[in-house]
């Protein structure tokens, strides 16, 4: 079974500039999850999208958005970017029908750097 | 809220050694469950191991097993013989029931040295 891939892998923006960043999920998978990994913060949750709506949110600007097609495919999208915005974006993928043992499969991530 | 501890920023183990990393946690909720995840500068989070808070036993998934103490919110990860391509970040990170975050730790860089 193929895993989460994430594309693009790696990104160069400047500030002000807008992106979208892509993720498909493990197949079978519906609930795809979104992480910002930074040196400062380390990790944290954006979102989660499951079954097309969006059922958990982080406490980030409303910059961050992101949407779940009726694949299960998921984008974000960081609009008006800043230097702190450069980090890298996780992408996790899970069934969410074992409850506290539904496991979120990650994948390779997308760098983002905002210049 | 919940929130993960992991004390040890860098550790250093000789190859074939056993090592343990570890991770605290704080929460209110009765029902949890708590995650390993490896990540090796490739960036990919890699799944490791699961515990759940009303699970009698420790978790083992082949060198790595969990040494999960609830009263004392602790929940270790011990990874036997260790091996060259062990050396990665390490996350500890929790889940509470009816929500899909995970709250991670700082993490903790094992290296194995030859």
């Known amino acids: 079974k193929a895993g989460v891939t994430q594309t693009p892998r790696y990104l160069i923006k400047t500030r002000g500039q807008q992106v979208t960043l892509s993720c498909s999920p493990i197949?079978?998978?519906?609930?795809v999850s979104w992480y910002q990994q930074t040196p400062g913060q380390g990790l944290q949750f954006l979102f989660e999208y499951f079954s097309e709506t969006q059922r958990n949110k982080g406490n980030f600007p409303g910059r961050f958005s992101g949407r779940q097609f009726s694949n299960s495919r998921s984008e974000m999208n960081v609009s008006t970017l800043e230097l702190g915005d450069s980090a890298l974006y996780l992408c996790a993928s899970s069934t969410r029908l074992a409850g506290l043992k539904d496991t979120q499969y990650f994948g390779p991530g997308t760098r983002l750097t905002v210049l | 809220a919940q929130k993960i501890t992991q004390t040890q920023p860098g550790m250093f183990v000789q190859e074939k050694e056993a090592v343990t990393l570890d991770c605290t946690y704080d929460t209110s909720d009765p029902s949890y469950g708590l995650f390993w995840y490896k990540q090796p500068s490739s960036g990919e989070m890699i799944f490791l191991i699961y515990?759940?808070?009303?699970?009698?036993q420790n978790a083992t998934e082949g060198r790595y097993s969990l040494n999960f103490q609830k009263a004392r919110k602790s929940a270790n990860l011990v990874i036997s013989a260790s091996q060259l391509g062990d050396s990665a970040m390490y996350f500890c990170?929790?889940?509470?029931?009816?929500?899909?975050?995970?709250?991670f730790g700082q993490g903790t860089r094992l290296t194995i040295n030859p």
């Open positions: 197949s079978g998978h519906r609930s």
């Open positions: 515990q759940g808070s009303y699970d009698q």
């Open positions: 990170a929790m889940i509470r029931e009816g929500a899909q975050k995970l709250v």
